[in-house]
C-alpha cells in the first residue's frame, strides 16, 4: 500500500515540482538555501523516510536534514508526522529521530522519537528562542530491523509573534509609576483621585525590531481594549483615564491584540483608600462641667488607644484569561492553556452547577472530529467540553468529522490562525439542550477568504452543555490553577486558542477579594486646653469655656489619604449662686440661682433656716440678726458655691441733752445699740446724718439749740434729738487761802464750770512738790502726796486749766497752813 502511495505520489509531485519534496539525508533548506513559505508544503506531504518512495528505509543510517524558512516570508518552521490522512509514520523501536530546534544540532534538542514513543506521530515548530526559525532532523537506524518509514509535511510561514504586555499608571497624571509591583499590582489612591493608565507592550520579535516576520506597532496595528470592574465603557487607545467612582477595589484589565491576532492581557489592581470609622473617638463624657478635665478618645491600633476602625474593601473581580496557545496537528499530543484564579474568599469550593457559571474559549480549528477539549480544576476533577473523537483520551465520543469551530486556514499545519470564535458552555445558561456533538448539525457556512477556508462551523451563537455537568466539579477549590485541556488525535489539521475564561457566579461568591488600609499617624489638632498627652491619641483637656467644645483627631492612612473628625461635648457652666447680700426682716428670697441639674442648699450656723434644701431658689431666714455663709452644691458637677447674707439689727441711737461753754466747741457723740445682735465683733455698718445735712458720726457744735442725729444701716433708720443750752464756764481760785484745821476751813479748793482739763499743783517755798491733782472737783487737806501733814507755814498753788471751747486758763496763788 505504501508503495503503490508513495509511487503515485511521486508521479504526481514530478508533475508538479520534484524540488518541492525532501528525502531524509536530503541538505534541505539550509540558511543559504532556506524554504519558500509561500509555495513549500502547503499542502499533502513532503518530507519523506530515507528509503525514498519505495520500500523500507535504508538499515544503519545516520545523517541530518536542515529546514530553515526564507524569513522575508515567514518565521518559522512546522514539522509534522502523522498516520491518517495521507501521512504515515512506522519507524522501529530501535530507531530514532531527532528533532533540534535551531539550523544544526548544536541546538537545542525538542525531542527523540519513533512509533514505540509516539504511535500517532508528533510535531515541531520552531520556538521563539530560535530566531534563525530552523529545525535540524536526525534519523539513526541500526540495521536490527526497519519499518517503512515516514511521509511527513514541512512548512513554514509567519507565526504569532510572543510579546511582552506591560502598564503602567499615574495618580493625576504626575509623579512616578504607581503600580507596585509593576504590571500586576496595586495603585493606591485616595477617594477623588485619577489615575492615567498607559499600556506599554514591548514587541521583541517584531518586524520593526528584527526585520523580519510581521508589523507590531502600537500607532498602526495594534488594538487595546479596557476593562475596568466599575461598569464603564472606556476608549480604546493605549491609555486611558480612571476616576473610580467608590471607596472599592476595581480589576483593571487592558487586552493588547496585534494584527495577527494575538493577544495579551495585563492586570492591575486599584484600591481607593477606606473611610475610616470614627465612632470610637470622642471624649469619655458627653458633657463636662467648666474648669474640669475629661479625656478623649483618639488611636489606630491595637497597641494603643482604640478610637478609630478602618471596615475592609472589597474588589469586584472578574474572571482571568489565558493567553494564544497553537494547537498544532498533535496526532493524540495533549495541549495545554492554564489560568490561576485567586480573590475568592479562602476555602470556597464548588457546589453545584450554577457556581461555575460557564466556560468560553475563543479558538479556531480546521477538523472537529479528531479533537477533544476537557477542563481541569485545580483539585484534579475533570469535565469534557467537547468529545468528538472515540479512541482518544476520552472513552466515547461522538466525531464531528470535517465540521470547523470557528474560521481556520484548512492547511497541513503552521500555516498561522484563522479566525477565533468564541464558544461558552454552561450547565445552567445554556441556550440549546446537550453538549455540542450532540448538536453537531447546528452549524454555519463560512466563505472562503484566502487564506481562510471554506466550509461548515459550529454556531457560536449558542451556549452548549458541558459533556457532564459542572456539578463534578463538587468540593474542588476555586481559588488555584484551572486549566485547558486540548487534544488532536489526528494528523493534518491545526487550530488556536486565542483565549479562554471562567466565570463564577457572582452572587455564590459576593465580594471577590478583600483589601485593607491602616492608619499611618494620627494625631489631635492642637489647642490650648489639651493639657495632657498633646503628642499621644488619648488627651486630657480643661475647657476654658462653656458651651459647646470641640477637637479635631487626625489620620493619614498608609496610602498617604488624610482624614479627620471633630468630636465636641457640652462644657457645663458651674453653679452659680447669688454674690453676697443683705437681707431685711432678717428673710432673704434666693434668686438667679443656675445649675444644670439642680442642687442642694446648706448651713453651717444653726441659726439659719432654708425652706426647701433642694430646690434652686429657696427662702433663708433667720432668728438672729447676724452674717451668715451658706453653700449650694450642684448636683451634676459636685461643685460648691457659698454665698454671705447679712441681716442687719434694729437699731437705737440717743443724743444726749446738754449745756455748753457759751462760744465753745462742743462733741455731739450719737450712742447707737443694736437689736438682737448675739454674733461677737459684729459691724452693722451704720451710716449718720444730721438735719444740717452732715454725714458725720461725731458732730461739732458751739451754739446752743436742737440738734437731730439719724443713724441707718441695709435695713433700719432711727433719729433722737438733742437740745443743747449755754452755761457760764469758768475757774475762781483765792489768791491767798488761810487753812486752819480750828476755823473749820481745812481744805483748798477751787470753784469752776465748764472746764475741759484741770490740772493744780502745791509746791513749797522752795518750789518742792508737795501735792497734785487734775479733777478739779478735788481738793487738798494740807497733806503730802503720801499723806503727811506738812508744817504750817505758806505754800504755793498754781493751776492749769481748759475751759470747753479750748481756752487755757492759769491761776496762781498762797497757801497759808495754820494749824
Known amino acids: 500500500?505504501?508503495?503503490?502511495?508513495?509511487?503515485?505520489?511521486?508521479?504526481?509531485?514530478?508533475?508538479?515540482?520534484?524540488?518541492?519534496?525532501?528525502?531524509?539525508?536530503?541538505?534541505?533548506?539550509?540558511?543559504?538555501?532556506p524554504i519558500n513559505c509561500n509555495t513549500f508544503g502547503i499542502s499533502g506531504t513532503n518530507f519523506f523516510d530515507p528509503g525514498g518512495q519505495t520500500g523500507n528505509y535504508t538499515a544503519n543510517f545516520n545523517d541530518t536534514t536542515v529546514f530553515c524558512p526564507d524569513l522575508t516570508l515567514g518565521t518559522k518552521v512546522t514539522l509534522t508526522f502523522a498516520i491518517n490522512a495521507g501521512f504515515e509514520f512506522n519507524v522501529d523501536g530501535s530507531d530514532f529521530i531527532y528533532v533540534y530546534d535551531g539550523p544544526n544540532t548544536s541546538a537545542p534538542l525538542l525531542g527523540i522519537h519513533n512509533s514505540v514513543t509516539d504511535p500517532t506521530g508528533f510535531?515541531?515548530?520552531?520556538?521563539?528562542?530560535?530566531?534563525?526559525?530552523?529545525?535540524?532532523?536526525?534519523?539513526?537506524?541500526?540495521?536490527?530491523?526497519?519499518?517503512?518509514?515516514?511521509?511527513?509535511?514541512?512548512?513554514?510561514?509567519?507565526?504569532?509573534?510572543?510579546?511582552?504586555?506591560?502598564?503602567?499608571?499615574?495618580?493625576?497624571?504626575?509623579?512616578?509609576?504607581?503600580?507596585?509591583?509593576?504590571?500586576t499590582g496595586?495603585?493606591?489612591v485616595c477617594f477623588g483621585d485619577s489615575i492615567l493608565?498607559?499600556?506599554?507592550?514591548?514587541?521583541?520579535?517584531?518586524?520593526?525590531?528584527?526585520?523580519?516576520?510581521?508589523?507590531?506597532?502600537?500607532?498602526?496595528?495594534v488594538d487595546f481594549q479596557w476593562e475596568i470592574t466599575d461598569g464603564g465603557t472606556y476608549p480604546q487607545n493605549d491609555s486611558i483615564w480612571f476616576t473610580p467612582p467608590a471607596r472599592s477595589g476595581y480589576l483593571v484589565d487592558v487586552k493588547i491584540t496585534d494584527q495577527f491576532?494575538?493577544?495579551?492581557?495585563?492586570?492591575?489592581?486599584?484600591?481607593?483608600?477606606?473611610?475610616?470609622?470614627?465612632?470610637?473617638?470622642?471624649?469619655?463624657?458627653d458633657s463636662v462641667c467648666l474648669g474640669l478635665n475629661t479625656e478623649l478618645i483618639g488611636g489606630v491600633t491595637t497597641q494603643d488607644t482604640v478610637g478609630v476602625t478602618i471596615p475592609p474593601g472589597t474588589f469586584e473581580l472578574g474572571g482571568n484569561f489565558a493567553g494564544l496557545t497553537y494547537l498544532p496537528d498533535g496526532s493524540g499530543q495533549q495541549y495545554t492553556a492554564p489560568i490561576n484564579i485567586s480573590g475568592f474568599p479562602d476555602g470556597a469550593v464548588i457546589s453545584n452547577d450554577q457556581d461555575l457559571n460557564q466556560v468560553c474559549i475563543t479558538m479556531e480549528h480546521s477538523y472537529l472530529g479528531d479533537l477533544e477539549i476537557w477542563l481541569e480544576c485545580p483539585s484534579g476533577q475533570i469535565v469534557p467540553l467537547v468529545n468528538s473523537y472515540g479512541a482518544g483520551a476520552i472513552p466515547g465520543g461522538n466525531s464531528g468529522g470535517g465540521t470547523y469551530l470557528g474560521h481556520p486556514i484548512d492547511d497541513s499545519g503552521g500555516g498561522g490562525p484563522g479566525e477565533g470564535w468564541e464558544y461558552c458552555f454552561s450547565s445552567v445558561f445554556n441556550t440549546i439542550n446537550g453538549s455540542m456533538t450532540q448538536n453537531l448539525g447546528n452549524t454555519v457556512p463560512v466563505t472562503?477568504?484566502?487564506?481562510?477556508?471554506?466550509?461548515?462551523?459550529?454556531?457560536?451563537?449558542?451556549?452548549?452543555?458541558?459533556?457532564?455537568?459542572?456539578?463534578?466539579?463538587?468540593?474542588?477549590?476555586?481559588?488555584?490553577?484551572?486549566?485547558?485541556?486540548?487534544?488532536?488525535?489526528?494528523?493534518?489539521?491545526?487550530?488556536?486558542?486565542?483565549?479562554?475564561?471562567?466565570?463564577?457566579?457572582?452572587?455564590?461568591?459576593p465580594g471577590l477579594g478583600s483589601y485593607q488600609t491602616e492608619a499611618d499617624t494620627s494625631w489631635w489638632t492642637f489647642d490650648p486646653t489639651i493639657v495632657s498627652g498633646q503628642n499621644d491619641t488619648l488627651i486630657i483637656v480643661q475647657?476654658?469655656?462653656?458651651?459647646?467644645?470641640?477637637?479635631?483627631?487626625?489620620?493619614?492612612?498608609?496610602?498617604?489619604?488624610?482624614?479627620?473628625?471633630?468630636?465636641?461635648?457640652?462644657?457645663?457652666?458651674?453653679?452659680?449662686?447669688?454674690?453676697?447680700?443683705?437681707?431685711?426682716?432678717?428673710?432673704?428670697?434666693?434668686?438667679?440661682?443656675?445649675?444644670?441639674?439642680?442642687?442642694?442648699?446648706?448651713?453651717?450656723?444653726?441659726?439659719?433656716?432654708?425652706?426647701?434644701?433642694s430646690i434652686n431658689n429657696p427662702i433663708i431666714s433667720t432668728s438672729t440678726p447676724g452674717i451668715y455663709e451658706v453653700v449650694f452644691t450642684d448636683n451634676q458637677c459636685n461643685y460648691s458655691d457659698t454665698g454671705r447674707i447679712e441681716f442687719p439689727p434694729p437699731i437705737y441711737v440717743?443724743?444726749?441733752?446738754?449745756?455748753?461753754?457759751?462760744?465753745?466747741?462742743?462733741?455731739?457723740?450719737?450712742?447707737?445699740?443694736?437689736?438682737?445682735?448675739?454674733?461677737?465683733?459684729?459691724?452693722?455698718?451704720?451710716?449718720?446724718?444730721?438735719?444740717?445735712?452732715?454725714?458725720?458720726?461725731?458732730?461739732?457744735?458751739?451754739?446752743?439749740?436742737?440738734?437731730?442725729?439719724?443713724?441707718?444701716?441695709?435695713?433700719?433708720?432711727?433719729?433722737?434729738?438733742?437740745?443743747?443750752?449755754?452755761?457760764?464756764?469758768?475757774?475762781?481760785?483765792?489768791?491767798?487761802?488761810?487753812?486752819?484745821?480750828?476755823?473749820?476751813?481745812?481744805?483748798f479748793f477751787v470753784n469752776y464750770s465748764g472746764l475741759e482739763a484741770f490740772y493744780c499743783v502745791i509746791t513749797n517755798r522752795w518750789g518742792n512738790k508737795i501735792y497734785d491733782y487734775t479733777d478739779p472737783a478735788g481738793a487738798w487737806d494740807g497733806r503730802t502726796m503720801g499723806g503727811t501733814i506738812v508744817e504750817e507755814g505758806v505754800y504755793f498753788y498754781k493751776i492749769e486749766a481748759t475751759l470747753q471751747g479750748g481756752e487755757d486758763v492759769k491761776l496762781h496763788g498762797f497757801v497759808h497752813l495754820k494749824y
Open 197 to 221: 493608565f498607559v499600556a506599554k507592550p514591548l514587541f521583541p520579535n517584531s518586524l520593526e525590531t528584527t526585520g523580519y516576520g510581521y508589523s507590531q506597532n502600537v500607532n498602526s496595528n
Open 543 to 613: 475647657p476654658n469655656q462653656t458651651g459647646v467644645y470641640s477637637y479635631t483627631f487626625n489620620i493619614i492612612d498608609n496610602f498617604g489619604c488624610a482624614y479627620d473628625t471633630t468630636v465636641a461635648f457640652v462644657v457645663l457652666p458651674l453653679a452659680n449662686i447669688f454674690d453676697d447680700t443683705i437681707a431685711c426682716n432678717q428673710t432673704f428670697q434666693v434668686s438667679g440661682t443656675s445649675a444644670f441639674n439642680g442642687g442642694v442648699w446648706s448651713a453651717a450656723d444653726t441659726a439659719i433656716s432654708i425652706s426647701n434644701i
Open 261 to 285: 491576532p494575538l493577544s495579551e492581557r495585563v492586570r492591575c489592581k486599584v484600591r481607593v483608600s477606606l473611610l475610616p470609622s470614627f465612632a470610637g473617638t470622642g471624649p469619655l463624657e
Open 123 to 183: 510535531a515541531y515548530q520552531a520556538s521563539w528562542d530560535n530566531p534563525s526559525g530552523c529545525l535540524t532532523v536526525v534519523f539513526i537506524s541500526n540495521g536490527s530491523a526497519e519499518g517503512t518509514g515516514w511521509l511527513a509535511n514541512v512548512q513554514c510561514g509567519n507565526q504569532y509573534q510572543p510579546f511582552e504586555g506591560h502598564i503602567e499608571a499615574y495618580v493625576n497624571g504626575t509623579g512616578p509609576n504607581a503600580l507596585n509591583p509593576l504590571d
Open 448 to 509: 472562503n477568504q484566502p487564506p481562510l477556508s471554506a466550509g461548515t462551523s459550529i454556531d457560536p451563537s449558542d451556549t452548549y452543555q458541558p459533556e457532564s455537568a459542572f456539578s463534578t466539579f463538587a468540593g474542588c477549590p476555586i481559588n488555584g490553577a484551572w486549566t485547558i485541556h486540548v487534544q488532536d488525535n489526528l494528523g493534518i489539521d491545526d487550530g488556536y486558542i486565542f483565549e479562554w475564561g471562567l466565570f463564577f457566579d457572582a452572587s455564590f461568591f
Open 654 to 747: 440717743q443724743v444726749l441733752d446738754t449745756l455748753i461753754c457759751e462760744n465753745a466747741n462742743f462733741e455731739l457723740n450719737p450712742l447707737t445699740m443694736n437689736v438682737g445682735v448675739l454674733q461677737a465683733g459684729y459691724n452693722p455698718g451704720y451710716q449718720f446724718s444730721w438735719e444740717n445735712g452732715s454725714t458725720d458720726s461725731i458732730r461739732i457744735i458751739n451754739q446752743p439749740g436742737n440738734y437731730i442725729a439719724t443713724v441707718s444701716n441695709y435695713c433700719y433708720t432711727y433719729s433722737d434729738t438733742a437740745t443743747i443750752g449755754n452755761k457760764v464756764c469758768d475757774i475762781i481760785a483765792p489768791n491767798i487761802v488761810v487753812l486752819s484745821s480750828q476755823a473749820g476751813n481745812n481744805t
Open 186 to 188: 496595586f495603585v493606591d
Open 1 to 33: 500500500m505504501k508503495n503503490l502511495f508513495k509511487t503515485l505520489l511521486f508521479v504526481l509531485i514530478s508533475s508538479i515540482s520534484f524540488g518541492q519534496n525532501v528525502t531524509m539525508g536530503d541538505v534541505g533548506f539550509p540558511p543559504s538555501n
